[in-house]
């Protein structure tokens, strides 16, 4: 890859773990288009579990006090073997009309949201969201917004909110990785490749720790509409 590639890609992972690191989500609407066009779509989303894995982790380590553990726990045990199988066969499965449906369940959240209605989930529902959410983030790549849906309703700080729901992604993306390897889907220069990128999401979601310790309740809710909103677009518009 020439250098002007890599700047870009550096500054890309730096700027969507900052996005991330505020809302829980929302990076992969920009990092997944830009690396697809650089380094090729198939490509693209096993170097990026590597990195986002690391971006994850650090935003799990930064709030690791304030993770909500049992509503965790129970989401990374449906999440785990979804994401197993969701890696195994995510070449071959058409994810068009997929991507259209979930962009109309976001548009729905948003509208509910600010109509009022209280999204919550009890805590053994997490286990089949769970299950939607990992299969989903192996198939398309990210679920952030799905996921992020849940821990939402918990009603949390935006420091909780973010550090909880990164725990849950670690997890995904860790899975993926083993599956990936094993099935030849990496090698040691994507590897490589993966390390360097995530090392500049750490340091993106530090920026984003940062920001989001003074951030009024209401401005983090409306940045999150907008982010769900976006996505929505995004995917209905995609493949």
């Not at 505020?22 to 997944?32: M, R, V, W």
């Not at 989303?45 to 986002?52: E, G, M, N, Q």
């Not at 849906?149 to 990785?177: C, D, I, Q, R, W």
Request: charged share 10%; glycine share 10%; hydrophobic share 60%.
């Amino acid at each position: 890859m020439t250098t002007i590639v890599w700047v870009t890609l550096i500054f890309i992972s730096w700027l969507a773990a900052t996005i991330s690191g505020i809302a829980g989500f929302g990076g992969s609407l920009i990092i997944l288009p830009v690396f697809s066009i650089l380094i090729g779509a198939k490509k693209a989303i096993p170097i990026l579990t590597i990195a986002w894995m690391m971006g994850n982790f650090s935003r799990a380590a930064l709030g690791y006090r304030e993770i909500i553990w049992k509503p965790v726990i129970y989401f990374c045990l449906g999440a785990l073997p979804a994401a197993v199988i969701g890696s195994r066969i995510f070449v071959e499965l058409p994810t068009g009309l997929i991507m259209k449906g979930i962009a109309i369940f976001l548009f729905v959240i948003v509208v509910l949201r600010h109509a009022g209605v209280k999204l919550y989930l009890q805590e053994k529902w997490f286990i089949p969201w769970g299950v939607l959410v990992g299969f989903l983030s192996a198939v398309l790549g990210s679920a952030g917004p799905i996921g992020a849906v849940a821990f939402l309703g918990l009603n949390l700080t935006p420091t909780a909110y973010v550090a909880s729901e990164a725990v849950t992604a670690v997890v995904m993306h860790l899975t993926k990785t083993a599956i990936y390897g094993r099935y030849s889907l990496l090698n040691l220069q994507d590897v490589i490749v993966g390390v360097v990128l995530g090392s500049a999401m750490v340091v993106g979601s530090w920026t984003a720790r940062h920001l989001i310790k003074n951030m009024a309740k209401k401005l983090f809710g409306n940045f999150v509409d907008i982010l769900l909103i976006v996505a929505g677009m995004l995917l209905f518009l995609g493949r």
